[in-house]
């Protein structure tokens, strides 16, 4: 570990001396007013700066992910830059509630809270220490299809703090007598979960679509199962799923030789094979079903008095008609709010759905399966069913609505959305992650035409029609009086 310790110090270029005096001696004239100039130009004597001359390899650094594989099969993916700051490391394993059982549901999230607590060779005290001294931030965080332990360093930090992770994940200390303080944590995440409408909306949302299985399985651990899951549960299901093609090594703003480099020594003996855990663990593929599911309970942290989602089977992260589907969401666009960038005023909900304080289409895509929906929010159930009504007749009207003006309109939203997810080393790390190649994506959303957009609102109808909702359901809507 020294070596790569002393080797890391050379990551980070030295900075280039900068000669102000360059600019402020320069007796160049500027020809023409300000406003003659394009805004995509320099201005003329103005000299360009390096990071402008090398635009192009840059976005290829930034935009295009490399990927390999190592020997036992744990996945490496990563995108570089040539500006220092700050790198943002992921393990990311392929362990989240949906392959949980009725038995083991709340694994998961038990065994995210024993990440950064004592291991086999560190105690809680020696493990906190090492990190202050680092100053970087690490947290791990349970979904659906993965639990994600991410650091963001100094780049010259990732090979001492990417050790100190993987140590915590593979090494964690799992004694009986460890237990009690994660039962009181995760009962502190069940209060405060029952505490937000929303996320109780987002779990009723999947438990209908998905039967409760599954995708269906709740993120957060059941009340039934808080005093079931022992330590033997959390193991097996660790040795289960915690194995090499299970996991993937994700950088952002790292070089991939250096992280595959870290991954085959930290990570390189972990085992291939799956254990078989029937009673512990499910490999099933999700299936979508449709329903109802109503929550009659007013939500005292909420500014809406009645809330829904109105959803359909949508995309996988690898459908090929994403793109389409992202333009779909941004003709649908907003209704009730004002986001930087992006102009609600010229999308469909804007234009049509009347009586609602807030109403915004979304997508939820997973490896296997996808939801494309829309939330609402207002004052009562009666005005938020007419909202739910007035979206399904825009989804069946898209083809006699969409026009040339009206799909350029939603590809550039779209466009305008996908890049400001990607500002930001955070939101370019979770993208790549769950979808790959941002550029790829880009070029896939400027050739999407009309006729694709239609087909996938034509396809989107032909699933039985999720509708979940929270609040005062008096006069509320069901999926047996969508027409």
């Not at 809680?124 to 994600?148: D, H, P, Y």
């Not at 040339?404 to 500002?423: F, M, P």
Request: charged share 20%.
């Amino acid at each position: 570990m020294r070596s790569i310790l002393k080797k890391s110090k050379n990551i980070l270029p030295k900075n280039n001396k900068r000669n102000f005096s360059t600019c402020l001696t320069n007796n160049a004239t500027v020809v023409g007013s300000p406003a003659e100039i394009p805004l995509t130009s320099f201005y003329p004597g103005i000299p360009e700066s390096k990071h402008h001359l090398n635009n192009a390899h840059e976005e290829q650094l930034v935009y295009k992910p490399q990927q390999s594989t190592l020997e036992n099969g744990l996945n490496i993916i990563s995108t570089d830059s040539t500006t220092n700051g700050t790198s943002v490391v992921s393990l990311v394993v392929n362990a989240g509630s949906r392959h949980e059982t009725y038995q083991s549901n709340g694994a998961s999230h038990f065994v995210s809270k024993f990440f950064f607590s004592s291991t086999n060779q560190r105690s809680l005290l020696r493990l906190v220490s090492e990190l202050q001294k680092t100053g970087a931030n690490v947290s791990a965080q349970t979904g659906r299809e993965n639990i994600v332990y991410q650091t963001e360093a100094l780049k010259s930090g990732i090979p001492y703090i990417l050790e100190l992770v993987t140590n915590s994940v593979l090494q964690s200390r799992l004694h009986e007598w460890d237990l009690p303080p994660k039962i009181e944590a995760v009962k502190r995440d069940i209060e405060d979960f029952h505490n937000s409408s929303q996320l109780v909306l987002n779990e009723a949302l999947h438990y209908a679509a998905f039967n409760g299985e599954t995708l269906g399985n709740t993120v957060v651990c059941p009340s039934h199962n808080l005093n079931r899951i022992n330590t033997d549960t959390i193991l097996n299901y660790m040795d289960t799923l915690f194995v090499a093609p299970r996991m993937t090594l994700v950088g952002t703003n790292y070089s991939h030789d250096e992280l595959r480099e870290l991954g085959s020594i930290l990570l390189g003996n972990i085992p291939t094979d799956i254990s078989s855990q029937q009673d512990i663990c499910s490999f099933a593929k999700s299936k979508y079903y449709g329903g109802d599911f109503q929550v009659n309970e007013l939500a005292s942290n909420s500014p809406y008095q009645t809330q829904a989602i109105l959803a359909y089977q949508g995309p996988t992260t690898t459908d090929a008609d994403l793109a389409a589907y992202q333009v779909l969401q941004n003709y649908l666009g907003q209704v009730g709010t004002l986001k930087k960038g992006i102009d609600n005023n010229a999308s469909r909900l804007a234009k049509t759905v009347n009586n609602i304080q807030y109403g915004s289409a979304f997508i939820t895509s997973y490896s296997d399966n996808g939801l494309f929906g829309v939330y609402l929010g207002g004052n009562n159930g009666l005005n938020v069913s007419k909202a739910v009504e007035q979206v399904v007749t825009e989804l069946r009207d898209v083809d006699k609505n969409l026009g040339s003006e009206e799909l350029l309109s939603a590809k550039n939203q779209a466009l305008a959305r996908l890049y400001e997810s990607v500002t930001g080393n955070f939101g370019l790390h979770e993208y790549v992650a769950a979808f790959g190649d941002v550029a790829k994506q880009a070029e896939a959303i400027k050739s999407v035409t009309e006729e694709q957009v239609r087909s996938v609102a034509k396809k989107l109808l032909q699933t039985p029609p999720t509708l979940v909702s929270y609040g005062n359901l008096q006069n509320m809507i069901k999926t047996r009086n969508l027409h």
